[in-house]
C-alpha cells in the first residue's frame, strides 16, 4: 500500500488581509505550519509526496517564501524518493523566475501544458507513477484527453489543480474546469485535487468510492469564511482499490463557525464575550453572529476586540434586538433629553422602511446614547 | 462629580506681574482692591489663561491689546487647578502666540503642549479643547461668560434670552458634547459634513481613502485583466511560433537526416557513371586498338603478299613509263633496222633542224614525265612522257629521214638501238619478275599497283593503329607510362587496356553493389523532392523560415514580458479589491450610524429644548428667591423667554430699569446669572464661580443676603468674588484674601516664568519659598478632602 502526502493550496507569502492585524502574524504560523511537513511525512510514513497547485499565493512570491518552501522540500526529499508538483492557477509558470524553476533535485514539476509519460518511481513499498501538467489555456485548453495511462505495475497517481463542475472556481476565468464524468474517466489509484479549498473526499465524488479523487482542501484558512478544520491529506492508495483518505490538521488556527450565539440575558460586552468564549474550540478563530433580545446596546466592536485578545482574531455580527428591551423602555420614559433621544430613536427605527434600515437606525441610537453617557 | 478648583495663577497680564494663591477653604475667596486695582483683570486671567482670546473677534483682539503688561513684555500668564478628576494641573499660556503647556504637577509631566487658539481648527487646539473640558467642564469660554463668570460688564450686559438657555443648558452640553463627540467620530471616517448643507473638509479622510484605495485597486484589476486579454493571443501566437518552430525542427531534422544518404547516393551514381564511362572508354579504346592492331597485320600481310615477287622500286612507274616510250623506240628502231634504210631524198632533209629540236624537247618532256610520275603526279608524268617520247620518236624518224647515209643512218640506229636497251636494262633493275619487257608491262603495272595500294593500305593502317595506341595510353593512367613501357609497344598497351577494363569493370561493379546497398529514399517532407539540390533547397527555406520566426518570437517574448510586467496578480488584487470594499461598507455603515445618530439627537434636543427654558427660569427664581427674600419673582415667560417678566408685588414687570430700581434690577440678573450658573451646574460640573462686584448698587439688607448666598454657593463650589467695598467687607467682618490695595512686590511672576522659561519644568520646585509650598500642599490637600467629603455626602 502506498501512503501519499497530499498537499494543495497552501498559497504561501498571501497577504491574509480578513484577519486584519493578526494577518502577518497568521502567515509566519502558515508558514511554521508550512515548515513541519517532513515531521508529517516521517510521522505517517508516507511513500511519496504530491503538491496540487498553488503552493504560492503569487507566480513571483518573496524571496523569504521561495527559500522556505526550497527548504522544506529538499528536508522532504530526505524522506521520500520524490516530490511531485503541479503549479496552481495563482502561481502559474508564465514567468521566468518562477520558483517551481529553483526547487531541489528529485522535486519534479509537471511543467508541460499537456499530460505525457508518467514520471516513475519507486518506494519502498512499490512502484508509483505521476502524471500531471501545468495548466495553461492558451497552449492547450483541454488537456485532459491526451492522458494515456501507462501500462507498468505500481501505483498510478494523477495532479490535476482545477475546478470540477460544483466547485466555485468552476466559472473562473483560465482556470482548468474538469467535469465529473472526466474525473470517472481515469483509470488511475489516485487524483490528488487542488484548487478547491474545502477537504472533498473520494465519496463526495461517488458513493462507491469508484471515483478515486480528492480535494485535500486549503493548507490553513486563507480568510474568515473558510471555516472548519484544514491541513493535509493522507491517502492510502492500493492498485485496484479505493483510495482511503485522512484530514491532518495543519495546525494553523482554524477559522471556527461558531453561528448564532443568544446573549439576550447578557448585562454587557465583556459577558456576552464570555457567553461567546465559553463555545469556542480551543485555538480557534471564531466567527460569530449575537442574536436575541439584550438590555443593553451591544457594542459589536467591543464584543469583536475582547474576542479577538482572546483568541488572536475574531468576527462578530450583531443581529441583537435593542430597540423593545426594557432598559430602553425605561430609558424613553425619562423625561430629559436621553428620554427624548431614546423615543425619538425608537420612533425611527418603527418607521424604517426595510430592515437594513432598521438595524442601521438601532446602532445610531445605540450610539447616539453611548455618547450621552448612557451604557 | 468633584467640582474644579483653581489653586493659583501666575500672571503677566495687564497691570499684574506677580503670583496668587487662592485659599482653598469652603468660602468665598476675597479679592479686594480700590478702582483700577485690576482686580476685574485677576479675575478673568483665570478664564483667560484657560480659554484664551478668540482673534476672530475684533473685540476680543481689542480686549487683548488691553491686557498687554504695562512693561511692555508678552502677556502670559499659568493657571494652578484641580481638575474634576482630583488632577494637579497647571495651564501655561503664551497669550502672543496662543501656545499652551499644560502639565501635571503631581507626576510633573507635560500633558500637552501646543496650539491653544480657542477657536483653532487643527488637531492641536482641538485636543487642547478637549482636555479643557475634561479638566473644568466647559471647553471654550463662552457658557462660562454667560453663566459662572459674572463680570461686572457682563452683568449689565446680561440678557435672559434663548442664547442664555443655549449656553447655559446642561443638556446643550451633554448634547454639545454627544454631537461632538459623534463629529468628531464621524468627522475621522469622512470628509463630507455631517449636517446638510455643511462645508467639506479639506483633508480625505478613511472612507474617502479607503474608497481611493479601492479605485487604485480596481484600476490595477482591471490593468491585470486587460494585460491577461493582451497577453492571450500573445501567448497564442507565441504557441503557434512555437508549434511551427517545432513543426520546422522536425523538417529540418528529417532533411538533414536525408541530406547524406541522397548526397552519398548522388556520389555514387556520379561514381557509377564515371566508371561505366571508364569503362566504356577501355573497352572502345581496347576495341579500337586491337582493330587497328589486326588492321594494321592485314595490311602489311597485304603489303607482303604484292610484293611475294618481289618488290617494285619506288619510281617503278615512271620507269615503266619511260620504258614504255623506250620499248617503242626500241620497237621503232628495231624495225627500222629491219626494213633497211629509205632514200636519202625521201627523207627529206629539210627537217634535220626541226627534228633534232623536237627530239630534244621530246627526251625533256620523257624526263620530266618520270620525274613528275615519281615526285608528283604520276598520270601527269607518264603523259608528259608519253607526249615526249613521242616527240622523240618523231624527231628520230625525221632525223632518220635525213640521214645522208644509209650506214651512218644504221649506225645511228644501232646505237640508239643499243642505247635504248641500255636504257631499258637500267630501267629493269630490281624488277621483280617476269622480265621487264612490254609483253609483262601490263602485269608490272598492275603488280606495282597491287604493290602501292597495299602499302598505301599498310600505311593507313599503322596511322589508324597510331592513333588507337594514342588514345589508349590517354586513358591508362601515366603510372603506367612512367614504367618505362614503350608507347608504341601495342600488346604491352593492350594487355594494359585490359587490365584496366578489368578494373573498370570491378570499380563499377562495386559501385553497383553500394548503390544497390543504399537505402531505400529516405522520409522527406511533403512536396520535398527526394534529390540533394531540393533537399538543399528545402533545408535553407526552413532554415530561413525558424530564423524569421525564432526572431518574431523574441520580439514576442519582450512584448509578453512587458504584459506580464505589467500584469498583476489578480486573484490578490480581486481578494484585495473586495476586502476594500467590504471595509468600504463597513465604514460607509459607521458614517450612516454617526451621522443617523447625530441628527438623532439634535432632534431629540429640539424638541427637548422648550423643557430647558422651563428648568433654567425655576432656578433663576430659586435664586431670585434666596437673594431678595421672596419680594421679588418669580420670572415667568409664557412665549418667548426674551419677553419674560419679574413678578413684583404681585404683578409682572419687564425686567427693566425702570420700572425695577438698579438695585432690583442687579438683583434679577444677579439671580439670572446663578440661576444659569446652577443649571448650567445641573448636569454634574460645579464650575467656580467668579463674581465681579456683587455688592454694586445693593443696600445692605440685599448686600448681606448677596453674601449668605455665595457663602452658601461656597460650599458647593468655588466662589472667587472681587469687589472694592472695603467699607462693607469691613462691616461685615470680612478679610479679603487677596488685597490689591497693597504694594506689589518685585514682579516675581515674570521672574518665576522667564526663569522657567530657560530652565525648563524640572527645575520648577526650585522656586519660591519651601514653607509656602507647603503650606499651600497642605491647605490644597484639606480642601479636597473636604470635597471629596462633600462628593461622599
Known amino acids: ?141 483541454d488537456p485532459i484527453p491526451g492522458f494515456r495511462r501507462a501500462d507498468l505495475p505500481g501505483a498510478h497517481v494523477v495532479l490535476m489543480h482545477g475546478a470540477v463542475r460544483d466547485a466555485p472556481h468552476w466559472s473562473g476565468g483560465d482556470s482548468l474546469r474538469l467535469e465529473p464524468e472526466q ?193 | 462629580m468633584r467640582p474644579p478648583l483653581l489653586t493659583a495663577v501666575r500672571v503677566r497680564y495687564g497691570c499684574h506681574d506677580r503670583r496668587f494663591d487662592l485659599p482653598l477653604e469652603p468660602r468665598p475667596v476675597v479679592i479686594s482692591g480700590p478702582n483700577g486695582s485690576g482686580k476685574t483683570t485677576l479675575l478673568e ?46 495651564v501655561r499660556r503664551d497669550f502672543e502666540t496662543d501656545e499652551v503647556v499644560a502639565r501635571d504637577l503631581e507626576s510633573d509631566t507635560e500633558l500637552f503642549r501646543g496650539d491653544g487658539n480657542p477657536v483653532g481648527t487643527g488637531s492641536s487646539a482641538r485636543r487642547f479643547r478637549e482636555l479643557a473640558s475634561g479638566w473644568i467642564g466647559l471647553s471654550n469660554l463662552e457658557p462660562y461668560r454667560k453663566t459662572a463668570w459674572v463680570g461686572q460688564g457682563e452683568l449689565v450686559d446680561t440678557r435672559l434670552d434663548d442664547e442664555l438657555l443655549r449656553a447655559a443648558a446642561g443638556t446643550h452640553r451633554k448634547v454639545e458634547t454627544a454631537q461632538d463627540e459623534l463629529r468628531g467620530e464621524h468627522d475621522e471616517l469622512t470628509w463630507e459634513p455631517i449636517e446638510p448643507g455643511g462645508r467639506r473638509k479639506n483633508l480625505p479622510r478613511d472612507l474617502e481613502t479607503q474608497r481611493e484605495a479601492a479605485e487604485d485597486l480596481a484600476t490595477r484589476l482591471a ?188 649506225a645511228r640506229v644501232t646505237r640508239e638501238l643499243e642505247d635504248t636497251r641500255t636504257r631499258l636494262a637500267d630501267l629493269a633493275a630490281d624488277v621483280p619478275r617476269p622480265a621487264f619487257e612490254p609483253a609483262a608491262a601490263d602485269e608490272h603495272r598492275a603488280g606495282f599497283a597491287r604493290q602501292v595500294k597495299a602499302r598505301q593500305a599498310a600505311r593507313q593502317a599503322e596511322r589508324v593503329q597510331a592513333e588507337a595506341l594514342s588514345r589508349a595510353l590517354s586513358l591508362l593512367d601515366a603510372a603506367g607510362a612512367a614504367a618505362g613501357e614503350p608507347a608504341d609497344d601495342t600488346p604491352g598497351t593492350l594487355n594494359r587496356l585490359r587490365g584496366a577494363e578489368e578494373e573498370a569493370r570491378t570499380a563499377l561493379a562495386r559501385v553497383q553493389v553500394r548503390l544497390e546497398e543504399q537505402p531505400a529514399v529516405p522520409e522527406l517532407p511533403e512536396g520535398v523532392e527526394p534529390t540533394v539540390a531540393a533537399v538543399d533547397v528545402a533545408r535553407t527555406d526552413r532554415r530561413a523560415e525558424r530564423s524569421e520566426i525564432v526572431e518574431r518570437r523574441t520580439h514576442l517574448e519582450l512584448e509578453l514580458r512587458d504584459a506580464e510586467r505589467a500584469a498583476e496578480d489578480e486573484f490578490g488584487l ?32 429640539v424638541d427637548f429644548r422648550e423643557r430647558d427654558q422651563e428648568r433654567l427660569l425655576g432656578a433663576v427664581n430659586e435664586r431670585l428667591a434666596a437673594l431678595s427674600d421672596g419680594r421679588l419673582g418669580p420670572v415667568e415667560a409664557t412665549g418667548e423667554l426674551a419677553d419674560a417678566c419679574v413678578h413684583m408685588a404681585d404683578r409682572p414687570v419687564r425686567l427693566e430699569s425702570p420700572p425695577l430700581s438698579f438695585g432690583e434690577k442687579h438683583m434679577v440678573l444677579f439671580a439670572i446669572r446663578l440661576g444659569s450658573a446652577d443649571f448650567l451646574a445641573g448636569e454634574g460640573v460645579r464650575h467656580p464661580l467668579l463674581v465681579d462686584e456683587p455688592f454694586t448698587h445693593l443696600d445692605e439688607r440685599n448686600a448681606r443676603q448677596v453674601w449668605d448666598l455665595l457663602c452658601s454657593l461656597a460650599e458647593e463650589r468655588q466662589v472667587i468674588v472681587g469687589t472694592q467695598n472695603r467699607l462693607f467687607l469691613d462691616h461685615l467682618g470680612i478679610v479679603p484674601d487677596i488685597d490689591l490695595s497693597a504694594p506689589a512686590p518685585r514682579p516675581e511672576a515674570s521672574r518665576m516664568l522667564d526663569a522657567e522659561r530657560v530652565r525648563g519644568p524640572a527645575e520648577r520646585s526650585e522656586t519660591g519659598s519651601g514653607r509656602e509650598k507647603a503650606e499651600r500642599d497642605a491647605a490644597l490637600a484639606r480642601r479636597v478632602a473636604e470635597q471629596a467629603q462633600l462628593e461622599l455626602g
Open chain 1, 1 to 141: 500500500m502506498i501512503r501519499i502526502l497530499h498537499v494543495a493550496d497552501v498559497h504561501l507569502g498571501a497577504p491574509l488581509r480578513s484577519f486584519g492585524a493578526g494577518a502577518e502574524d497568521r502567515a509566519e504560523r502558515v508558514l511554521q505550519a508550512f515548515r513541519q511537513l517532513p515531521e508529517i511525512a516521517e510521522r505517517e510514513h508516507v511513500h511519496v509526496v504530491v503538491m496540487a497547485g498553488d503552493l504560492f499565493d503569487t507566480p513571483r512570491p518573496p524571496e523569504r517564501i521561495d527559500a522556505e518552501a526550497r527548504e522544506t522540500i529538499r528536508r522532504l526529499l530526505e524522506l521520500v524518493p520524490a516530490v511531485f508538483l503541479v503549479p496552481g492557477n495563482h502561481d502559474p509558470l508564465v514567468f521566468p523566475a518562477t520558483p517551481y524553476g529553483r526547487l531541489p533535485p528529485g522535486a519534479h514539476v509537471f511543467g508541460r501544458p499537456a499530460f505525457g509519460d508518467p514520471v516513475s518511481v519507486e518506494t519502498t513499498a512499490g512502484p508509483v507513477h505521476a502524471y500531471g501538467f501545468s495548466y495553461d489555456f492558451a497552449h492547450n485548453p
Open chain 1, 183 to 375: 474525473l470517472a474517466g481515469f483509470s488511475v489509484d489516485y487524483i490528488a485535487l487542488g484548487d478547491y479549498h474545502r477537504f472533498r473526499p473520494p465519496e463526495e465524488f461517488a458513493a462507491d468510492g469508484s471515483v478515486p479523487a480528492c480535494y485535500s482542501g486549503s493548507f490553513a484558512a486563507l480568510d474568515h469564511t473558510e471555516a472548519g478544520p484544514r491541513g493535509v491529506v493522507v491517502a492510502e492508495v492500493e492498485p485496484g482499490r479505493a483510495p482511503s483518505v485522512r484530514l491532518l490538521p495543519s495546525g494553523v488556527p482554524p477559522v471556527q463557525a461558531v453561528g448564532d450565539v443568544d446573549v439576550s440575558d447578557c448585562l454587557d460586552d465583556l459577558e456576552a464575550a464570555d457567553r461567546v468564549a465559553r463555545r469556542v474550540d480551543s485555538g480557534s478563530l471564531p466567527v460569530v453572529t449575537l442574536t436575541g433580545q439584550t438590555e443593553y446596546a451591544v457594542d459589536r466592536g467591543r464584543v469583536e476586540q475582547e474576542l479577538g485578545a482572546r483568541f488572536s482574531f475574531a468576527r462578530v455580527r450583531d443581529r441583537t434586538r435593542y430597540y423593545d428591551s426594557d432598559r430602553l423602555g425605561e430609558l424613553s420614559g425619562r423625561d430629559d433629553v436621553v428620554g427624548y433621544v431614546a423615543r425619538l430613536g425608537l420612533s425611527r427605527i418603527r418607521e424604517a422602511s426595510s430592515d437594513e434600515q432598521a438595524r442601521l437606525r438601532e446602532r445610531a441610537l445605540r450610539r447616539a446614547l453611548r455618547s450621552m453617557g448612557v451604557v
Open chain 2, 45 to 90: 486671567a483665570f478664564l483667560r489663561t484657560l480659554y484664551g482670546f478668540s482673534r476672530r473677534l475684533a473685540a476680543e483682539r481689542t480686549h487683548l491689546e488691553t491686557r498687554r503688561p504695562w512693561s511692555g513684555r508678552t502677556a502670559e500668564a499659568e493657571v494652578e487647578l484641580i481638575s474634576i478628576g482630583g488632577d494637579r494641573i497647571s
Open chain 2, 223 to 410: 490593468a491585470a485583466r486587460s494585460a491577461r486579454e493582451k497577453r492571450r493571443p500573445l501567448v497564442a501566437e507565441v504557441a503557434g511560433f512555437d508549434r511551427r518552430v517545432e513543426a520546422l525542427d522536425g523538417e529540418i531534422e528529417l532533411l538533414e537526416a536525408a541530406y547524406r544518404p541522397l548526397a552519398e547516393h548522388r556520389t555514387l551514381v556520379a561514381e557509377e557513371r564515371e566508371a561505366r564511362a571508364r569503362l566504356s572508354a577501355l573497352s572502345d579504346a581496347l576495341q579500337s586498338l586491337t582493330e587497328a592492331d589486326r588492321g594494321t597485320g592485314r595490311a602489311r600481310g597485304a603489303v607482303q603478299a604484292a610484293e611475294a615477287g618481289g618488290v617494285y622500286p619506288e619510281e617503278f612507274g615512271s620507269r615503266l613509263a619511260q620504258a614504255d616510250v623506250l620499248w617503242e623506240r626500241e620497237a621503232a628502231l628495231e624495225k627500222e633496222l629491219a626494213t633497211g634504210f629509205a632514200p636519202a631524198g625521201e627523207r627529206a632533209a629539210p627537217a634535220s633542224g626541226v627534228a633534232r629540236l623536237a627530239a630534244v624537247a621530246g627526251v625533256v618532256l620523257v624526263l620530266g614525265g618520270i620525274a613528275t610520275s615519281v615526285l608528283g603526279s604520276a598520270a601527269l608524268g607518264v603523259s608528259a612522257a608519253v607526249l615526249g617520247a613521242f616527240l622523240t620518236g618523231a624527231a628520230v624518224r625525221a632525223a632518220r629521214g635525213q640521214r645522208p647515209g644509209s650506214e651512218g643512218v644504221a
Open chain 2, 574 to 605: 480581486e481578494r484585495e479589491l473586495a476586502s476594500a470594499r467590504e471595509r468600504i461598507e463597513e465604514t460607509e455603515a459607521e458614517v450612516q450610524v454617526r451621522r443617523e445618530a447625530w441628527n438623532l439627537v439634535r432632534d431629540a434636543y
